[in-house]
């Protein structure tokens, strides 16, 4: 069952580049590869630029300051291998490793440090700090530094090398590559899979699966990043009869995918693109090269879209946990927190939203203000970065909540439930909870820090264009009975003001908002 995935991923890859017989790749990597080896990832270090890619790969597709994070912390540790000596790094995809982490083989050159590489790689060096791909454990296997689960070292030490031509024909293949991916499975993968799914189903043509899984013997994926990022990818069949048929299973599932995704747009739309990508088929050789912008746009649309949608789903429930403390504040006080609190000259200390910290498990952090002393006063002004994960919108940067600001913010005016320094009971909601705001989630440029008593003052002239963008469709907001609505950008700015207020008597049709 978990090697089916791999056997999918093998089969659908598709595109180009001229093969080579001999490869020292295979000298290095053949002594740990085995009989069920379905897959071999290559860095070649001495090619690898981490920087140049990045634009390429991710473009607007993750925030700007997320790449750079990410991408300064593969650099640190690529950079640092190349001083160790590493020459090479292989990922060995094995069925019997899943779905723990894959056997990496470090290649060094002669005389380098082996123990030093493997500190590196299994997060001993805590000089170079931390990284994404840090392995649980490490080993010097045959003057090679072997990476991964336990049961993944102790498998390589065991190993009889297996002959596998195919896969490091598929190696072979991209050895020009900073980074590459050969794929072949092994015999008894393909016959695992043509027991499992002996027939094709009739959406991509029916017919026996075996046109495939034996009709096919590699498939490998290069990373090209000079003079312009190309990805190449190669599928090599056995031949003429079976690479055309692999393609025509390809045309079909595009065309069955097209009539699935209808009522999804941004996915129908990348499907449609990639049903456009026209493989070209030489003999027994099914190619495509594809500039890497272009397959970054491919699948952007329905990144971002799924992206968005996970955001506004964790800001609504941010926004629920802070209207059910509110509510929990009202039972324990007979009223919600003012807007802020106060000295005795009326100066403003603290934010409602330190009021409300023990209400959101934040007991500790609460006694831990001064109740005396202004927000930015010495003490109180060091727990601004101390601000708690409910207070950060997913879809705002990470550099505003690392700076303890909160789009978070309340209507503040007169005849809203946090008019200022007054604190409001509920029985004063003669217009309905259900049709008043509690909180409203800005923009990021309307962020406020999040101890500092500053929210959103309505009496000023404002725009609902302005503040109620902060998600693709619109902003959240969280009303004085708990649920969650959206709220457009283009609503009224008169449903709008009428919805703030508490006791306004205003008539609000609901199809206004």
Same mark, same amino acid.
């Given at each position: ?14 595109? $180009? ?11 290095? $990597? ?22 140049? @890619?990045?634009?390429? $790969?991710?473009?607007? /597709? ?14 640190? &540790? ?38 030093? /590489? ?29 990476? %991964? ?40 993968? &393909?016959?695992? @899979? ?12 029916? %017919?026996?699966?075996?046109? /495939? ?9 290069? #990373? ?73 746009? @491919?699948?952007?649309?329905? /990144? ?21 403390? #509110? ?22 200390? #603290? ?5 409300? @910290? ?6 500790? #952090? ?45 209507? &503040? %005016? ?9 604190? $409001? ?78 006791? %306004? ?9």
């Amino acid at each position: 069952m978990k090697f089916s995935v791999f056997l999918a991923i093998a089969f659908f890859l598709s595109a $180009i580049s001229p093969s080579h017989a001999d490869d020292s790749a295979r000298s290095e $990597i053949a002594p740990f590869v085995g009989d069920e080896t379905i897959a071999v990832v290559r860095l070649d270090l001495s090619r690898l630029e981490i920087g140049p @890619l990045t634009g390429s $790969i991710f473009g607007d /597709i993750v925030p700007d300051d997320r790449v750079k994070d990410s991408t300064a912390a593969v650099d640190a &540790r690529i950079k640092a291998l190349k001083q160790l000596g590493v020459k090479d790094v292989f990922i060995l995809v094995e069925p019997a490793d899943l779905p723990g982490p894959p056997v990496v083989v470090a290649i060094p050159a002669a005389g380098a440090d082996l123990k030093a /590489i493997g500190a590196l790689l299994c997060g001993g060096n805590k000089n170079v700090g931390t990284s994404p791909f840090e392995l649980p454990v490490c080993a010097i296997v045959q003057d090679r530094v072997v990476a %991964g689960s336990n049961e993944g070292i102790e498998r390589i030490r065991s190993l009889k090398p297996a002959d596998r031509p195919e896969l490091f024909a598929a190696l072979a293949e991209a050895r020009e590559s900073p980074f590459s991916i050969a794929i072949a499975p092994s015999p008894l993968q &393909r016959r695992v @899979l043509d027991e499992m799914v002996p027939r094709f189903p009739k959406e991509l043509g029916g %017919g026996s699966i075996e046109s /495939i899984t034996q009709g096919i013997q590699w498939a490998s994926l290069a #990373l090209v990043a000079a003079p312009k990022p190309l990805i190449h990818v190669v599928v090599r069949a056995r031949d003429a009869e079976s690479a055309n048929r692999f393609v025509a299973i390809g045309k079909n599932a595009f065309q069955y995918l097209d009539k699935i995704t209808q009522n999804q747009p941004p996915i129908a739309a990348m499907i449609k693109d990639l049903a456009a990508i026209e493989p070209k088929i030489e003999g027994n050789s099914i190619a495509i090269t594809v500039e890497l912008e272009r397959a970054r746009s @491919l699948v952007s649309t329905p /990144i971002r879209s799924a992206r968005a949608a996970s955001a506004r789903s964790q800001c609504v429930n941010n926004l629920r946990m802070i209207g059910l403390a #509110l509510h929990n504040f009202h039972s324990a006080n007979d009223t919600f927190p003012p807007a802020f609190s106060h000295d005795n000259a009326g100066k403003p200390l #603290l934010s409602w939203r330190v009021w409300i @910290l023990p209400y959101l498990d934040q007991k500790a #952090l609460y006694k831990e203000f001064n109740q005396d002393e202004p927000w930015d006063g010495p003490h109180n002004k060091a727990l601004i970065a101390k601000m708690p994960a409910v207070y950060a919108c997913p879809a705002s940067t990470s550099k505003l909540a690392a700076s303890g600001k909160t789009t978070y913010v309340v209507p &503040r %005016g007169e005849r809203t439930i946090f008019p200022g320094a007054e604190a $409001i009971s509920i029985k004063t909601i003669t217009d309905g909870t259900s049709n008043t705001i509690f909180v409203v989630d800005v923009p990021d440029d309307k962020a406020v820090v999040w101890t500092k008593p500053d929210d959103w003052e309505i009496d000023h002239e404002f725009s609902p264009m302005d503040y109620m963008n902060h998600h693709v469709e619109g902003s959240p907001v969280v009303f004085a009975d708990g649920s969650v609505r959206l709220l457009k950008s283009t609503i009224r700015l008169e449903v709008l003001r009428a919805l703030f207020t508490r006791n %306004g008597g205003e008539v609000i049709n609901q199809d206004d908002f």
